[in-house]
Each structure stands twice: as structure tokens, then as C-alpha cells.
């Protein structure tokens, strides 16, 4: 029996994590396959020691109509 893929992209495993994609957001899973750190970031990078810096950046055109 196949398993379908969960993810659009996978980065390599370091520290025990890799870095995902699904549907245009990332997030992160361990070696056993459970995510980590949700799949709703729009920028996720594998940093040094088992840390990645993940950030969720709203349009910033939209914003500004908006007054904010």
C-alpha cells in the first residue's frame, strides 16, 4: 500500500527537523513524521542547534489601505 505525500516540499533532516511546505505555508516535522511547529508560516528557515526562525508576514499594501 502506498502512502500519498503530506508535503509539496521537504528540506533535508538536521538536528532532528526538517523544514516543510504544504500549500504555499511552512512549518516543521521531527524524524517520526509529527509536525512540530505548524504548517502556517510564510517563511521558514533551518537555523543552527535544532532552531528555525518561521514568520507570518501580512500584505503590506492591504494593511496600509486599511489605516493600520
Known sequence: MAIPPQFDKA???RD???V???AGKC???D?????VLAIRYDHCNHLA?????AAVEAPFNR???AGR
Open 49 to 53: 542547534d535544532g532552531r528555525v526562525a
Open 20 to 22: 516543510v511546505e504544504r
Open 11 to 13: 528540506w533535508s533532516f
Open 31 to 35: 524524524r517520526d513524521g509529527r509536525i
Open 63 to 65: 494593511a496600509r489601505r
Open 27 to 29: 512549518g516543521v516535522v
Open 16 to 18: 532532528g527537523i526538517a
